[in-house]
T-cell receptor, first 110, second 114 residues
Framework: AQRVTQPEKLLSVFKGAPVELKCNYS??????LFWYVQYSRQRLQLLLR??SRESIKGFTADLNKGETSFHLKKPFAQEEDSAMYYC????????????FGKGTTLSVSS | DAGVTQSPTHLIKTRGQHVTLRCSPI?????VSWYQQVLGQGPQFIFQ???????GRGNFPDRFSARQFPNYSSELNVNALLLGDSALYLC?????????????FGNGTRLTVT
């Protein structure tokens, strides 16, 4: 079955430390992966997607099909990065149907 | 940009009742999707509508139904409410129906079933 796993419920780091939010997926076809973020009292919003291969707010994510992973990384965490992060998988050309992981809360303290 | 708007923001219903949730997409967006988010979980796909036609349906019982209107707004209906239907219901719109269309989410409707 198709599945997205985010193994960490909470990740706490100090400001300036590197961050890696883990995401593994289960899907035998050609996946499209996303990271969505929800800041406190704001709506869920797209952070980045693998097909864009871009860096947003210093975050990057590389799709590793061999390890079926799409980990989110940032070399130096900032306090404003504190939020809930969701990894999501779109199956092939399944329109807007995304499978979300359970999310990881990132807490960055000074 | 007004963003995706959902109404009501909060709702309390009794088991067995039915509920209608409403969503207005961003102007120019023709696709609307509905997601259910239970506490502690990620959003789970319920429906997608594009150009007023159902384009996708998640693993939800027939008690859940939806429709899209000519102005692209949408309603989600849930009949015979169960306690387990208590959740945050998210609406998302996108410019087109499929590939390369990022989703823009609303703030959600918090449904509590007692």
């Amino acid at each position: 079955a198709q599945r997205v796993t985010q193994p960490e419920k909470l990740l706490s780091v100090f400001k300036g430390a590197p961050v890696e939010l883990k995401c593994n997926y289960s899907y035998s076809g050609s996946p499209e992966l996303f990271w969505y973020v929800q800041y406190s009292r704001q709506r869920l919003q797209l952070l980045l997607r693998h097909i864009s291969r871009e860096s947003i707010k210093g975050f990057t994510a590389d799709l590793n099909k061999g390890e079926t992973s799409f980990h989110l990384k940032k070399p130096f965490a900032q306090e404003e990065d504190s939020a809930m992060y969701y990894c999501a998988l779109r199956l092939g050309q399944a329109g807007t149907a995304l499978i979300f992981g359970k999310g990881t809360t990132l807490s960055v303290s000074s | 940009d007004a963003g995706v708007t959902q109404s009501p923001t909060h709702l309390i219903k009794t088991r067995g009742q039915h509920v209608t949730l409403r969503c207005s997409p961003i102007s120019g967006h023709k696709s609307v999707s509905w997601y259910q988010q239970v506490l502690g979980q990620g959003p789970q796909f319920i429906f997608q509508y594009y150009e007023k036609e159902e384009r996708g349906r998640g693993n939800f019982p027939d008690r859940f139904s939806a429709r899209q209107f000519p102005n692209y707004s949408s309603e989600l209906n849930v009949n015979a409410l169960l306690l387990g239907d208590s959740a945050l219901y998210l609406c998302a719109s996108s410019p087109a129906g499929a590939y390369n269309s990022p989703l823009h989410f609303g703030n959600g409707t918090r449904l509590t079933v007692t």
